[in-house]
């Protein structure tokens, strides 16, 4: 490799003042070359010495405007790098010569610097090898007055620190020098580096910056040809081969979602299994540096030749589809309806989805589960002639609570012949377009309601129904405690993990804030396993939680002190009053 820079061992000094170490503000009125009153002016610009072939720095106000940057003994220098309207930098070439600066600014006006720019030598990078590495290669780099230089960049800002710079904690370095020397600097090359220029730099706040001339090349993982594979199915087990897959860190789709994978370095080969959500286009790996490398081209299957056995059908009843690759379907999406229905039963050749009742005669859409959406066929709906709840989401949308009235509205209320909940049959009335059902004591999580018309068609809906285990009023103040959900005051044993225990509150208008802690008796009202205390928002009025096993198991413990009283619940918290808890 050819020399590529120099400068002297006594370059420390790191900026060259035009008349004040002060930068005035900037303005982003009319143009206005005066330096010292916002506008376009160069406040400061450095370091000098600089080293021919480093970077040089211009701070100051509307630098944006600057077109061109003439040192002497160089052509004008057009390739600016703009970091800010108050900062750019150039690179100084090596035919450069000592005096003054110009700015050439876009409006044809200029601006010269106060004091001439001055360069260090004969500090060198004469080479670099292996020009070719691999992450936890050593690099070494060979030249003259190394020792002044503190920090190794690579690509990305990726950066290796000497024992001076990392003691100082100046840089987040990756590693240390492993040499330095007058001549010599050795470091390991860190799993984050990128192929790209080597840089080296001083490490001050206005550094002396390096660049070598040539790139070195960091190893990425690769592969002979990308693989192109069609008509792909979820769980398809997928399998690569290549060189330096030890490098991958990860194995992505497009869309941005991860695949577990396994390496075998034996048959040099990367196996994942494509996963329900995958989408069409490129399989990457990644290693350390992020640097992306194609490795594959997927594209998933679709259904083809989708029938369905009644092209016309009455609204809440089940429709058929056949076809092939109908397992790729994730949802059916029906004309007048919101929301998708996912598929009741699914399989490689047939389909099956409840018509909603709010579904209008067209064509039906496909949701693939890659998120893909295609057109399905056209089907003919009549409306239902059953009773059925006009709109389903109200179900996990409201409340119903063992032992009251759950309330809905109904289409088709007068062909309704019974109501049954876990099988049993229970009384209703309804008036218009209302139906009110008394919910049984036995009724709680997942019960079955099912609403049978005259004609025998059952609508049947999954609900949970919470059951209220204290009712009243309490006021909590300030982190008072209501206990009488403790100490006997109920049976925690006979509760389920994945029960979701609700307080219900009234708000304190009179201060802002509320917070609520579901506390252990048991563990001296400390916060329950999994339920941290938690704040309140203005206006609301209810707090759930899931009990899991191991909040139950602190819930459920006696006290062999006290008659082996079950320890139970504490509500504690500030500027509330509890009026009711329930279980779902």
């Given at each position: 490799?050819?020399?590529?820079?120099?400068?002297?061992?006594?370059?420390?000094?790191?900026l060259?003042?035009?008349?004040?170490?002060?930068?005035?503000?900037?303005?982003?009125?009319d143009?206005?070359t005066?330096?010292?009153?916002?506008?376009?002016?160069?406040?400061?610009?450095?370091?000098?010495?600089?080293?021919?072939?480093?970077?040089?720095?211009?701070?100051g106000?509307?630098?944006?405007?600057?077109?061109?940057?003439?040192?002497p003994?160089?052509?004008a220098?057009?390739d600016?790098?703009?970091i800010?309207?108050?900062?750019i930098?150039?690179?100084?070439?090596?035919?450069?010569?000592p005096?003054?600066?110009?700015?050439?600014l876009r409006?044809?006006?200029s601006?010269?610097?106060?004091?001439?720019?001055?360069y260090?030598?004969?500090?060198?990078?004469?080479?670099f090898s292996?020009?070719?590495?691999?992450?936890?290669?050593?690099?070494?780099?060979?030249?003259?007055?190394?020792n002044?230089?503190?920090?190794?960049?690579?690509?990305?800002?990726v950066?290796v620190?000497d024992?001076?710079?990392a003691?100082?904690?100046?840089?987040?370095?990756?590693?240390?020098?492993?040499k330095?020397?007058?001549?010599?600097?050795?470091?390991?090359?860190?799993?984050?580096?990128?192929?790209?220029k080597?840089?080296?730099?001083?490490?001050?706040?206005?550094?002396?910056?390096?660049?070598?001339?040539?790139e070195?090349?960091?190893?990425?993982?690769?592969?002979?040809?990308?693989?192109?594979?069609?008509?792909?199915?979820p769980?398809?087990?997928?399998?690569?081969?290549?060189?330096?897959f030890?490098l991958?860190?990860e194995?992505r789709?497009?869309?941005?979602?991860?695949?577990?994978?396994?390496?075998?370095a034996?048959?040099?080969?990367l196996?994942f299994t494509?996963?329900r959500?995958a989408?069409?286009?490129?399989?990457?790996?990644v290693?350390?540096?992020?640097?992306l490398?194609q490795?594959?081209?997927?594209k998933?299957?679709?259904p083809?030749d989708?029938?369905?056995?009644?092209t016309?059908?009455?609204a809440?009843k089940?429709l058929?589809l056949?076809?092939?690759?109908?397992?790729?379907?994730?949802?059916?999406?029906?004309?007048?309806?919101?929301?998708t229905?996912e598929?009741s039963?699914?399989?490689?050749?047939?389909v099956?989805?409840?018509?909603?009742?709010?579904?209008?005669?067209?064509?039906i859409?496909?949701v693939?589960?890659?998120?893909?959406?295609?057109?399905?066929?056209?089907?003919?709906?009549?409306?239902?002639?059953?009773?059925h709840?006009?709109?389903e989401?109200?179900?996990?949308?409201?409340?119903y609570?063992?032992?009251?009235?759950?309330?809905?509205?109904?289409?088709n209320?007068?062909?309704?012949?019974e109501?049954?909940?876990?099988?049993?049959?229970?009384?209703h009335?309804?008036?218009?377009?209302?139906?009110?059902?008394?919910?049984?004591?036995?009724?709680?999580?997942?019960s079955?309601?099912?609403?049978?018309s005259?004609?025998?068609?059952?609508?049947k809906?999954?609900?949970?129904?919470?059951k209220?285990?204290?009712?009243?009023?309490?006021?909590?103040?300030?982190?008072?405690?209501n206990?009488?959900?403790?100490?006997?005051?109920?049976d925690?044993?006979?509760?389920?993990?994945?029960?979701i225990?609700t307080?219900?509150?009234?708000?304190?208008?009179?201060?802002?804030?509320?917070?609520?802690?579901?506390?252990?008796?048991?563990?001296?009202?400390?916060?329950?396993?999994?339920?941290p205390?938690?704040?309140?928002?203005?206006?609301s009025?209810?707090f759930?939680?899931t009990l899991?096993?191991?909040?139950?198991?602190?819930l459920?413990?006696?006290?062999?002190?006290?008659?082996?009283?079950?320890?139970g619940?504490?509500?504690?918290g500030?500027n509330?009053?509890?009026t009711?808890?329930?279980?779902?």
């Amino acid at each position: 490799m050819n020399k590529i820079y120099k400068f002297s061992a006594w370059w420390m000094a790191c900026l060259v003042l035009l008349s004040s170490l002060t930068f005035t503000a900037c303005e982003t009125n009319d143009v206005d070359t005066n330096q010292y009153r916002g506008g376009i002016s160069l406040n400061v610009f450095g370091p000098s010495p600089v080293l021919r072939g480093g970077e040089l720095r211009f701070l100051g106000c509307g630098l944006d405007q600057v077109a061109s940057v003439l040192i002497p003994g160089c052509d004008a220098i057009t390739d600016i790098q703009l970091i800010s309207a108050e900062e750019i930098r150039v690179i100084v070439p090596q035919t450069a010569l000592p005096g003054y600066v110009t700015l050439m600014l876009r409006n044809g006006e200029s601006i010269v610097t106060k004091t001439q720019l001055t360069y260090s030598e004969p500090v060198s990078i004469e080479s670099f090898s292996p020009e070719s590495v691999r992450p936890g290669d050593v690099l070494t780099i060979k030249g003259e007055y190394l020792n002044l230089m503190h920090q190794v960049i690579f690509a990305e800002n990726v950066i290796v620190s000497d024992e001076v710079i990392a003691e100082k904690e100046t840089t987040e370095a990756t590693s240390k020098f492993l040499k330095h020397t007058r001549n010599e600097i050795q470091v390991r090359v860190p799993e984050e580096a990128q192929s790209g220029k080597i840089i080296l730099s001083d490490g001050t706040e206005i550094p002396n910056r390096l660049y070598s001339e040539v790139e070195l090349q960091v190893v990425l993982p690769s592969v002979a040809e990308v693989a192109d594979y069609n008509n792909i199915k979820p769980g398809a087990i997928m399998t690569v081969t290549g060189e330096n897959f030890d490098l991958v860190k990860e194995v992505r789709m497009e869309n941005g979602e991860a695949m577990p994978f396994t390496y075998s370095a034996e048959q040099k080969a990367l196996t994942f299994t494509i996963p329900r959500g995958a989408v069409n286009g490129p399989i990457y790996v990644v290693p350390a540096s992020g640097v992306l490398v194609q490795v594959a081209e997927i594209k998933m299957a679709t259904p083809e030749d989708v029938k369905a056995q009644e092209t016309e059908i009455t609204a809440g009843k089940e429709l058929t589809l056949t076809g092939k690759n109908m397992d790729m379907i994730a949802a059916v999406l029906f004309p007048g309806v919101e929301k998708t229905v996912e598929p009741s039963s699914l399989s490689e050749t047939e389909v099956k989805v409840m018509v909603p009742g709010e579904a209008q005669s067209g064509m039906i859409q496909l949701v693939l589960t890659s998120g893909e959406t295609i057109s399905g066929l056209e089907l003919t709906i009549t409306a239902p002639k059953y009773c059925h709840i006009v709109d389903e989401n109200v179900l996990t949308m409201n409340d119903y609570f063992v032992g009251e009235d759950m309330v809905v509205d109904v289409v088709n209320i007068g062909e309704l012949a019974e109501v049954q909940i876990d099988g049993t049959k229970v009384s209703h009335t309804f008036s218009d377009s209302q139906l009110t059902i008394p919910v049984p004591q036995t009724a709680g999580h997942d019960s079955s309601v099912e609403l049978i018309s005259k004609d025998g068609t059952c609508k049947k809906y999954t609900i949970s129904f919470a059951k209220v285990i204290w009712e009243g009023s309490s006021d909590i103040g300030n982190w008072g405690g209501n206990q009488e959900l403790g100490w006997d005051g109920y049976d925690w044993s006979s509760v389920h993990p994945g029960t979701i225990i609700t307080v219900y509150y009234t708000l304190n208008t009179g201060t802002t804030d509320w917070q609520i802690r579901l506390g252990g008796c048991a563990i001296e009202w400390g916060a329950l396993p999994d339920i941290p205390a938690a704040g309140l928002e203005a206006g609301s009025t209810k707090f759930s939680a899931t009990l899991t096993e191991e909040a139950l198991e602190v819930l459920s413990r006696r006290n062999p002190d006290d008659n082996n009283k079950m320890y139970g619940l504490v509500v504690t918290g500030c500027n509330f009053t509890m009026t009711k808890v329930t279980l779902k």
